[in-house]
């Protein structure tokens, strides 16, 4: 049971590749990992970024697939439209499912993913993505859709579906209420994962952390509507059991 993810280095170890492959160790998955981009990160946010050149992406997304079984690819950090090109080529080129976090903004306010980078999202990643995992933020940016309610999350969903994407999960967490609402929307239907709100200021890589436990479990054989619930308790559970180290916000996954 092996996964590949293609996403940014956190020096904090909390969000990116570090997250990703914690979690594939977690729930029994080797993790194999090709580095987008490097980030001088701690808890209080991104001191810097240091991306890898489109060659030696491609480098090492080739090292990887032409040697090693993978059963699944996530995406995390992708930058520009440069390394977006790249992973869209590669990924053509096999029929591994592919869940790709639309990650734009961290939690501190930068951007891990350059303006010019969303339109070739859209239209060269999306198009052959099994799952996409946007929070409210990002789903506005895909969409151009300012979103406030269930309705608009539905119009939403049914917009990025029609970009490509099998099954898209629209995690509600930014949104206010007693529960975090996540939607799974497909082309036939759709179904609600809701968890009582946690109040932590402990969520950093909340979002690398569920896509990545989604990936491993579509490594390890599951269905795709059970990777997703079985990651959905998963991250709840990582949420309840936070570390609390620096001053800003804590890494979720830490699991105890
Ligand atoms: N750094 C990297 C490399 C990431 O991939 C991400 C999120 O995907 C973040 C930072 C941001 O994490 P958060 O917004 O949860 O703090």
Redo the contacts with the bound molecule.
């Keep these: 049971m092996i996964a590949l993810t293609i996403?940014?280095?956190?020096s904090?170890g909390?969000?990116?590749?570090q997250?990703d492959i914690k979690t594939f160790q977690e729930l029994g998955v080797f993790g194999t990992t090709a580095m987008t981009?490097l980030?001088a990160?701690n808890t209080l946010?991104?001191h810097g970024i240091f991306d890898v050149t489109p060659e030696f992406l491609k480098q090492q997304i080739d090292a990887v697939l032409s040697d090693i079984d993978v059963r699944a690819i996530k995406t995390?950090?992708l930058f520009s439209a440069e390394l977006i090109n790249v992973v869209a080529e590669g990924m053509k080129m096999q029929s591994i499912p592919l869940v790709v976090?639309p990650?734009m903004?961290?939690?501190?306010g930068?951007s891990?993913l350059q303006e010019a980078a969303v339109e070739a999202l859209k239209t060269k990643l999306l198009p052959i993505t099994t799952i996409c995992t946007p929070n409210i933020p990002e789903a506005e940016v895909l969409t151009g859709m300012t979103i406030n309610n269930e309705s608009d999350i539905k119009q939403a969903a049914k917009k990025i579906l029609a970009m490509g994407v099998q099954y898209v999960v629209m995690k509600g967490g930014h949104l206010q209420g007693e529960f975090s609402k996540d939607i799974v929307y497909w082309r036939g239907g759709y179904f609600t994962m809701k968890t009582p709100r946690v109040e932590t200021k402990n969520?950093?890589?909340?979002?690398?952390t569920f896509s990545a436990a989604i990936t491993a479990n579509l490594a390890k054989g599951l269905s795709v509507e059970e990777a997703i619930i079985e990651a959905k308790k998963f991250i709840q559970l990582a949420i309840l059991t936070p570390l609390s180290i620096g001053n800003g916000?804590g890494p979720?996954n830490h699991f105890a």
């Design positions: 996403a940014g280095s956190d904090g909390g969000a990116g590749i997250a981009a980030t990160q946010g991104v995390g950090m976090d990650v903004i961290a939690k501190g930068e891990l969520t950093h890589g909340t979002g690398c916000h979720t």
